[in-house]
């Protein structure tokens, strides 16, 4: 907004010279204007109005510029903004530093760097970022800078818009990301592939799409395929699909991608997965898989109670589990499974409610007291016995029906129905497998869910703001990137058999604790308590500097 200047004492020498009669000076964005005004009467407001037109510009070198005389006036740089460029504390983090360095550094910066080039040092701290801090992009810097891996890293660059530029780069180069899979992927290895919805309303990418979310409500939401190696036990592969495709023909693109390293490669699915159309795309694609039946499916459930069914007995997790060979399905081969504490416990569970809606049937409070079988129970009345309804009055009383419009019979029956199905599981396979491997191979499903939780808890990953397309793609690379040294300390928990008394996430918070001060200009490591110590000496890590 301009401001109008009307006394000459407030303007400069070289301003106020032009200065006539009539004239006078406003000033907008620190420019000086010479206008001419003057007042004309309006007869029906009875007052004057006041009209100013522009002269032209008043420069110091050039004097007045007329209005529209086609002479440019230079402008002037503006005064830069001295970059402040953020400082190492004298007080940082260095015990995951010491670890990265050491353990995870041999093992992946060399890949990275292979895949990434020079800006390897940036995606590395990016990860870094996401694994120690759970950084959204406008923290990374500070977060990088108050842990020592800004001076093992001194070529990693962590503004936010650098950040963002690098996480673009990553996103567009869709062959480098799956280069980078392949490295940590074998022939004959087993891989579970799972999808995990990221609620995401963005209007500027495609991936958002209208669909059904894990609460039950329908919205937009990106839909991410996971893929977890059982056998190098850690994550193996990522990729972001629009939220309303959740289908096998997803995993059949990520098994191709991969190429070579799927070579031999053995996919676990869930349910969810099964229908007659999928298995056959399955084989027609050449993919080797792992997938139960529905418990709807036309299988014999009872083959276990005949001698001549073949079954083997084995143990998985501290239970007895037996298995039968089925004749082939689907061009596959079919085992069923008998799980005894399962069948117990689904029992259990199965007559709880029969009981309860027997009980709500004969107008008990939940079911609390006992009916037998094909009897009425106590205080029930003719309409649940197993006489044929009696004629009084003209009117003919049915057998009562529950919600459902289920008899007491009816409820019955379909308990002894489903009675043989209690703990039991079949799997199809393509592959040359006996029984027990099949089903071990199944049982590991549960650590791809445990790694989509890792994801959602650990790295806070659950929700995602991005507005552009290749910068999620980016973004979820680097989670990926940082699960995968997650992984690394958790399997080092489990082969040191200390995973009973330690988490990865309690393991990273106490190693983050050890920080290093610099005294005297030298940098020097911290006290540390008897817990930080014996956590050391059980995960064989020794802290010192300098850290080579």
Known sequence: MSKEITGKAMLPDWVRKHLQEKTEVHVKGGRYYLYQYSYTYNRETKGHKKTSTLIGRITEDLGLVPKGSGIKVPRKKRACKSAVLPTISDNVEYGISY?????????????????????????????????????????MQRHFTNSFMSQMLPDARMTDKFVADMLRFIGRNRELQVSFFREFLGCGHIVIFDGTLHENWSQKMYLPQYTKLKDGSFGNGVNVMWGFSVTGRMPAYVRCLPGNIKDVSAVVMCVKEIGNAAEDLTSIFDKGFFSKKNIELLLKEHIHYVIPLRRSADVDYGVFKRHDCGRVLFRHESRNIMACRLEDMYGSRAYIYLDDELQYKERHDAQARLQEKLGKLAGKDGGKDKVEEGKPGKGTNKKFSNKPAQIDNDVIEEPSVDSQGSTAEELWQDYYDKEKKFGTIVLLTDKDLDAEQTYKAYKCRDRVEKMIDTLKTVLDADVAHMQDQDVFNGWMFCNHLALHWYYMLYNLLVDSNEIKHFSA??????????????????????ERTKKQQSILDKLGLEIKYPYK
């Open 99 to 139: 670890w990265m360095e050491t353990r995870v550094k041999p093992m992946y910066y060399a890949k990275v760097k292979n895949h990434f080039g020079i800006y390897w040092q940036t995606i590395v701290g990016i990860a870094f970022c996401r694994l120690v801090y759970q950084s959204p992009v406008c923290d």
């Open 505 to 526: 996430q309690s393991v990273l918070t106490e190693l983050g604790y050890h920080q290093i001060v610099k005294v005297n200009g030298e940098w020097t490591t911290i």
